[in-house]
């Protein structure tokens, strides 16, 4: 079994982004700039965005963090996304989801300009992405992508089948999948919480992705052997044992499936990471891209 491990993964990413950005500020070149907007103090939300904006630093990207009330009307947060639209030093914008119930959260996703989208989940990104079209790729897809790429996982003609179908992480991962790239190819099988049949559906997967949000779903009867098996799952379950009270848990009962998946990703450790990258790298390609139309 082959452990899918997103720290060397996503370290792999991070250290060519860092190349990248040294050899860029060295001629001169002003650094890419992450602009991430957090509303509110949900507590998983606040540690997503320390943690991209530490990453960025790492790599050396700028960074900007946006704070807003919990109470913030949606004019004011879609000011503040015009206003970073408008602010040349910004490359990338984000809106941590979820947003308060005062908020529309499609209003916020179209308020951000398409060539600042580095979420990728503007609509404009998301017809570039079914078209096959150079485009920002969700976060969370795009890091399954480059975790498959760092490992060289054969995908071609296999049996993917998806679990959950969010605009976020599902669907664009069933696109990515069946799309005709070297780690694409697959036959892909996208399943819901309509599905009839989940375990014999999931059995039949080559590539099994676990994106439901449901802690320790899959078990090890729902898993062909030697499957290669990504769980994209994060859930706190509360642990009173647990230092932090709660302990974070996949989609995936780790310990039977490991014991049956010929690849499995952990978590944490996994897909998590190469979110964190798969946002680095759209940053930067949206830089890259800005760049030729100011001019730099
Ligand atoms: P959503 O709640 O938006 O979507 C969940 C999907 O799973 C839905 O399509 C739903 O079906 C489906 N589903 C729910 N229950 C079942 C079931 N019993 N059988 C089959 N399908 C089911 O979640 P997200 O896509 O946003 O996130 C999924 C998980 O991934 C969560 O744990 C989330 O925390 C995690 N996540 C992790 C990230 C990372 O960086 N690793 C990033 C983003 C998310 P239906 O459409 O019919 O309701």
Redesign the pocket.
């Known amino acids: 079994m082959i452990l899918l491990d997103g720290k060397t993964a996503s370290q792999a990413v991070k250290e060519s982004l860092q190349q990248r950005v040294t050899s860029l500020t060295a001629a001169g070149h002003k650094k890419p700039h992450l602009a991430a907007i957090l509303v509110g103090t949900n507590g998983a939300s606040e540690t997503y965005v320390a943690s991209k904006v530490k990453n960025c630093e790492e790599i050396g990207f700028a960074s900007t963090l946006v704070r807003l009330d919990e109470n913030v009307a949606e004019s004011v947060l879609l000011a503040e996304i015009d206003a970073l639209n408008n602010n040349d030093d910004i490359d990338g914008i984000l809106v941590q989801l979820p947003l308060p119930k005062q908020i529309n959260e499609q209003k916020v996703i179209e308020a951000i300009s398409p060539a600042k989208d580095v979420d990728g989940f503007h609509p404009v990104s998301v017809g570039k992405l079914v078209q096959g079209l150079n485009t920002f790729i969700p976060a969370?897809p795009y890091?399954v992508m480059l975790m498959l790429e760092h490992f060289n996982i054969d995908t071609k003609g296999k049996h993917a089948v998806v679990?959950?179908?969010?605009n976020?992480?599902?669907r664009p991962m069933s696109i990515l999948l069946s799309s005709n790239t070297k780690y694409g190819n697959c036959t892909v099988t996208i399943?819901?919480?309509?599905?009839k049949n989940?375990t014999e559906i999931c059995r039949q997967a080559d590539i099994l992705v676990a994106?439901?949000?449901?802690p320790e779903?899959v078990t090890a009867d729902m898993v062909k052997e030697g499957a290669v098996v990504i769980d994209?799952?994060?859930?706190r379950v509360e642990d009173a044992t647990a230092k932090k009270g709660y302990r974070i848990k996949g989609?995936v009962a780790f310990a039977e499936v490991a014991a049956k998946a010929g690849a499995i990703t952990p978590v944490p450790g996994g897909?998590?990471l190469m979110?964190i990258a798969g946002l680095l790298k759209n940053t930067l390609q949206a830089y890259e891209n800005r760049a030729k139309i100011l001019g730099d």
């Open positions: 969370t890091g679990v959950g179908r969010s976020i992480v599902g399943c819901h919480s309509h599905t989940l994106a439901l949000g449901r779903f994209v799952g994060i859930t989609d897909v998590g979110t």
